[in-house]
């Protein structure tokens, strides 16, 4: 077993919405979540193993990974907050440009089978999580989504090389998916017939039934998101004209993003800026406030199938800030 340099649950996180100014994300400034602990990557001579529903079974080293042709996504990266509390939102995102070899790349090489509907990943950390003891980190995915040419199995980061606290050397990065489906540390990905059994498969990560959704749902695909960048407390005068901004993202292209200044009675449309990649879009709204005091902000974004944003406890519920309107600066 791989030896752990920190022991349980932890995260990072130094950036607020207010300070989301880059498009690309800082690696500095990305948040950092982990489960169990953080393992010692230089403890093991690295190695990632290609099983089950393949004809082919490969190991690759970090040499061979490096070797394949390395393909780049620019991807939003959203944390999508504590399984035990889906109703939180967290704001835990970022916006990264990963590196390294295309995850339907080695799957064809690895030849799989027709049997196969899951992508398994495991990561090499263990320890202890709300109480129980796990002896690894395993998170699955469908194959459809797996070969659709957008999941690396990535090396950098914003063009460095895979800091550890980020997965390094190696992690499934899988664009449009909540952050908890990209594996770090990874060492294996096991091609099945079914869903994994692990506890961060079933047990965490699983959305309670809605009204919607009669089962459990896997916690897979991005919802619609979006937060204000600007302006910040403090930055508006009455009568002087401000940009109103921020990102919005969803696992489709987000198509409208509407904002209100008055606390959701009435909404304006935004311009939205075009998707590159699977990375977070920009939207803009210009604003010359009319009265003093008080404003509650707030934006929604949605997608084309119509997707959008509650205004009740949900992970993406709408984004809200409290500005306060004060005389022209002079
Ligand atoms: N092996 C392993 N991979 C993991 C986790 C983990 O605990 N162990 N946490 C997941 C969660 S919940 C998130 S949000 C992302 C965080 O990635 P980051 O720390 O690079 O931001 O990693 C995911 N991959
Ligand atoms: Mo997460």
Not at 7 to 28: I, K
Not at 90 to 106: A, F, S
Not at 298 to 305: E, K, M, P, Q, V
Request: proline content about 8%.
């Amino acid at each position: 077993m791989t030896r752990m340099i920190r022991e349980g649950f932890g995260l990072v996180q130094t950036l607020r919405p207010e300070g989301m100014t880059d498009f690309v994300t800082p690696a500095a400034g990305l948040f950092s979540v982990w489960h169990l602990g953080i393992p010692d990557v230089q403890d093991r001579a690295w190695t990632l193993t290609i099983d089950g529903l393949v004809s082919r079974p490969l190991t690759l080293d970090l040499d061979d990974l490096r070797r394949l042709p390395q393909a780049n996504v620019t991807s939003v990266h959203e944390c999508a907050g504590s399984p035990l509390k889906p109703e939180v939102p967290q704001r835990r995102v970022g916006n990264v440009r990963w590196g390294g070899v295309r995850l339907r790349d080695l799957l064809e090489a690895a030849r799989i089978e027709p049997s196969a509907a899951y992508v398994i990943s495991v990561g090499c950390d263990h320890g202890t999580f709300d109480s129980v003891h796990h002896d690894r980190y395993e998170k699955d995915l469908p194959i459809s989504k797996a070969l659709d040419g957008s999941s690396l199995v990535a090396l950098t980061l914003n063009g460095e090389p895979l800091p550890a606290e980020h997965g390094g050397p190696v992690r499934l990065v899988v664009p449009g998916y909540y952050g908890t489906n990209s594996t770090k540390w990874l060492t294996e990905l096991r091609l099945s017939g079914h869903r994994s059994a692990s506890a961060f498969t079933t047990r965490y990560y699983m959305d309670p039934p809605t009204a919607g959704a009669p089962d459990d749902t896997p916690v897979w695909e991005l919802a619609p998101n979006s937060c204000l960048v600007a302006p910040a407390d403090g930055q508006v005068h009455l009568g002087q004209p401000v940009e109103i901004w921020g990102w919005a993202w969803a696992a489709e292209p987000v198509t409208s993003v509407e904002v209100t200044t008055d606390g959701g009675q009435t909404w304006a449309t935004a311009q939205v800026a075009d998707r590159i990649d699977y990375g977070w879009q920009r939207f803009s709204l210009p604003w010359t406030p009319s009265c003093l005091g008080e404003h509650i902000l707030a934006c929604r974004a949605a997608t084309r199938d119509g997707k959008t944003q509650p205004a009740t406890a949900r992970r993406n519920r709408i984004y809200q800030r409290i500005i306060f309107v004060t005389q022209e600066a002079t």
